[in-house]
Every structure is written in C-alpha cells, then in structure tokens.
C-alpha cells in the first residue's frame, strides 16, 4: 500500500514537470504567423536584403514592396531548386508553403523593418 502511494506521488510529480515544461514550449504557446514572418525576415533575409526598402550591394535585389505573387512563386522556386542561386536556395530550403506564404505576405506590406518587428 505505502509504495502504491509512493509511485502515486512521483507519477503526479512527473506529470508537473510535462505539463509545465509544455506550456513553455512553442507547440502550445504558438506565435502569430505575422510575427513569425516578421522575425524571419528580421532575423534571417535581412542580412543580405537590409533593414530597408535600398538595395545594399550588388548582388541582393530590394523585396521590400514587391508583389505578393511574385515573391511566394520565386521563393518556392528558390526553395524547390527551380531557380538556382546557392546563398537564396540555401536561405529558403527549410521553409513549408505556409511560411513562405506568410513571408510573401510580410514583405508585399513592407517598407523597412526597423520599427516592424
Ligand atoms: C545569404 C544571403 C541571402 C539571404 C540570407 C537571403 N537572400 Fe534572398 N537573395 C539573395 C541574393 C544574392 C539574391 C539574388 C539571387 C538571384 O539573382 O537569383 C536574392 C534574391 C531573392 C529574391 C528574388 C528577387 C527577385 O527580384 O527576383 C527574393 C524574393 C528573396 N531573395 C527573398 C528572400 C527572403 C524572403 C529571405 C529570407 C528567408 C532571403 N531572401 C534571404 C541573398 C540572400
């Protein structure tokens, strides 16, 4: 009966720690997608395409303020080695439609993102 009781206690106690170790994880405190897209563009696309809608080097085109069709049709082609340029195929490889989708989206609204984020 005593270990009965026991085990009781520490499968309780267990359980707290799955429970609240969850509820910090971001399965169940999901994030908005705009805010996801936006850190993504902050966070990742940012460093080559800038901060703002003025193209920082030669190579990196200006996104900011482009078609929202364009850039989801390019950045899958990206994605899906249609269109092949290392540094982009590599940048967009891990991305699902969704995403991609709610990037275009992001960046058809955008101007610059120092203040977005
Ligand atoms: C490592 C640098 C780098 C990163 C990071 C990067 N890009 Fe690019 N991107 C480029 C370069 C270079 C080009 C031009 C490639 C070409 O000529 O095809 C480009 C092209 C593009 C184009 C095509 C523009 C056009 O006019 O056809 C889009 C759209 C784009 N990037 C979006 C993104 C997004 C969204 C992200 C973040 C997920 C991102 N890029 C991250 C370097 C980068």
Do not use: W
């Not at 940012?46 to 193209?55: M, T």
């Not at 200006?62 to 929202?68: A, D, R, V, Y």
């Not at 490889?93 to 990037?103: K, P």
Request: hydrophobic share 40%.
């Amino acid at each position: 009966m005593k270990e009965r009781i026991l085990s009781c206690i520490v499968v309780v106690y267990l359980l707290g720690f799955v429970i609240f170790g969850l509820s910090g994880c971001s399965v169940l405190s999901k994030k908005p997608d705009t805010e996801v897209a936006a850190n993504t563009a902050y966070y990742v696309c940012s460093g080559c395409h800038g901060l703002e809608n003025v193209r920082v080097n030669f190579m990196t085109p200006n996104i900011m303020g482009q078609k929202k069709g364009y850039l989801v049709a390019t950045l899958r082609d990206y994605r899906d080695h249609k269109r092949i340029e290392p540094l982009m195929n590599g940048a967009v490889a891990n991305l699902s439609d969704q995403e991609i989708e709610n990037l275009a989206a992001y960046y058809a609204k955008a101007q610059g993102m120092r203040d977005e984020r």
